[in-house]
T-cell receptor, first 113, second 113 residues
Framework: KNQVEQSPQSLIILEGKNCTLQ??????????LRWYKQDTGRGPVSLTI?????NTKSNGRYTATLDADTKQSSLHITASQLSDSASYIC????????????FGGGTRLMVKP | KAGVTQTPRYLIKTRGQQVTLSCSPI?????VSWYQQTPGQGLQFLFE???????NKGNFPGRFSGRQFSNSRSEMNVSTLELGDSALYLC????????????FGAGTRLSVL
C-alpha cells in the first residue's frame, strides 16, 4: 500500500533554532518527492522537488534530503523565524502514467519568540 | 500573473443539500486537480482534469463530481451533503512548463450542518 508517514505530528521550537522534519514513504514506483508549506487558511506552497537522483536540495533556509534506498526524506529548517510557523506536507509522486500523488499527514510547526 | 482562485472562500450548507465550488487556474495551465483536506485524513486527492477530460480519480463516492470548461476553469460538485463532507477543498493547477509543480488556491472551507 502506498503510504507517506511524517513525524513529528507537531513541533514547537524557539525562534532562531533549527529543526528537522521527517518523511518516510512506501510509494512505488517512485517519481519524485515534494515538500510543501501550508500557512493557516492558505493553500500549500511548494518548497522543494526532489527526484530519484538528488540527495540534497536547498531553498534558502530550507534544506531537503532524500535517501531513495531507505525511502526517507527530511526537511531541515535553519535559524527558524516566526513566519516558519505552518504545516509542512511531504508529497510523493508515483511514477506511472497518471502521476498520482500520495500526501503525508503533515507536521505542524510552531515557532515561538 | 494571477494565482489560482477559488470561490467561494467559505460556505455553510445543511445535510442533503448540494454544493458547487469553482476554481480558476493560473492562466495557461491546463491541469486542475481537486483535493479534500480534513484534520483527520489530511490531504486526499479527488480528481484531476486536463483539457476538459477527467484524467485521474481518487477514491471518493460518486456524490463528488467535477468538470472543466474550455477556458480550463473547473467546478466541483458535491450532492447529498453529509456531515463528514465538512472540509477545506483545495484546487491546484499545473502547467506544462512547470516541472509538474502544482500551484494551490487558498481553498473553499465547507461546513455542513
Amino acid at each position: 500500500k502506498n503510504q507517506v508517514e511524517q513525524s513529528p505530528q507537531s513541533l514547537i521550537i524557539l525562534e532562531g533554532k533549527n529543526c528537522t522534519l521527517q518523511c518516510n514513504y512506501t510509494v512505488s514506483p517512485f517519481s519524485n518527492l515534494r515538500w510543501y508549506k501550508q500557512d493557516t487558511g492558505r493553500g500549500p506552497v511548494s518548497l522543494t522537488i526532489m527526484t530519484f537522483s538528488e540527495n540534497t536540495k536547498s531553498n534558502g533556509r530550507y534544506t531537503a534530503t532524500l535517501d531513495a534506498d531507505t525511502k526517507q526524506s527530511s526537511l531541515h529548517i535553519t535559524a527558524s523565524q516566526l513566519s516558519d510557523s505552518a504545516s509542512y506536507i511531504c508529497v510523493v509522486i508515483h511514477n506511472n502514467a497518471g502521476n498520482m500523488l500520495t500526501f503525508g499527514g503533515g507536521t505542524r510547526l510552531m515557532v515561538k519568540p | 500573473k494571477a494565482g489560482v482562485t477559488q470561490t467561494p472562500r467559505y460556505l455553510i450548507k445543511t445535510r442533503g443539500q448540494q454544493v458547487t465550488l469553482s476554481c480558476s487556474p493560473i492562466s495557461g495551465h491546463r491541469s486542475v486537480s481537486w483535493y479534500q483536506q480534513t484534520p483527520g485524513q489530511g490531504l486526499q486527492f479527488l480528481f484531476e482534469y486536463f483539457s476538459e477530460t477527467q484524467r485521474n480519480k481518487g477514491n471518493f463516492p460518486g456524490r463528488f463530481s467535477g468538470r472543466q470548461f474550455s477556458n480550463s476553469r473547473s467546478e466541483m460538485n458535491v450532492s447529498t451533503l453529509e456531515l463528514g463532507d465538512s472540509a477545506l477543498y483545495l484546487c491546484a493547477s499545473k502547467g506544462d512548463s512547470t516541472k509538474n509543480i502544482q500551484y494551490f488556491g487558498a481553498g473553499t472551507r465547507l461546513s455542513v450542518l
